[in-house]
């Protein structure tokens, strides 16, 4: 299945590894590292997660954070958004629109 990762969703990615890096320093890599192995796993896994505001949403294995994507036929989707657990879910729904 081919994975395309929106501008937003990339700079999701930025701002979790700045957040992590911040805190440790090493931290923000196996963040990226640890996003875009789970992001890759939709390949496989792609459609079978639940929908929510109009998208799908898959839980990232290490860290806090969502990653939410929606597919665009069997064999493609687009990844719109990887945004941490504890966000307002009222936030979530206008930053997905």
């Known amino acids: 299945m081919k994975i395309q990762v929106s501008s937003d ?9 700045w957040f992590h890096e911040h805190r440790e ?8 590292s640890s996003v875009i192995s ?3 796993s939709l390949s496989i896994l792609g459609n079978v997660h639940r929908i929510v505001h109009g998208y799908h949403r898959a839980l990232c294995k290490t860290f806090p954070y969502f990653i939410y994507y929606r ?7 687009t990844v ?4 941490g657990q504890k ?8 930053r997905l629109g």
């Open 38 to 40: 789970d992001i890759e």
């Open 9 to 17: 969703a990339e700079s999701d990615i930025a701002d979790g590894f």
């Open 80 to 83: 719109v958004a990887v945004v």
């Open 71 to 77: 597919m665009n036929s069997k064999d493609s989707l």
């Open 87 to 94: 966000r307002d879910p009222g936030w979530v729904k206008h």
């Open 25 to 32: 320093a090493g931290l923000g890599d196996y963040f990226r």
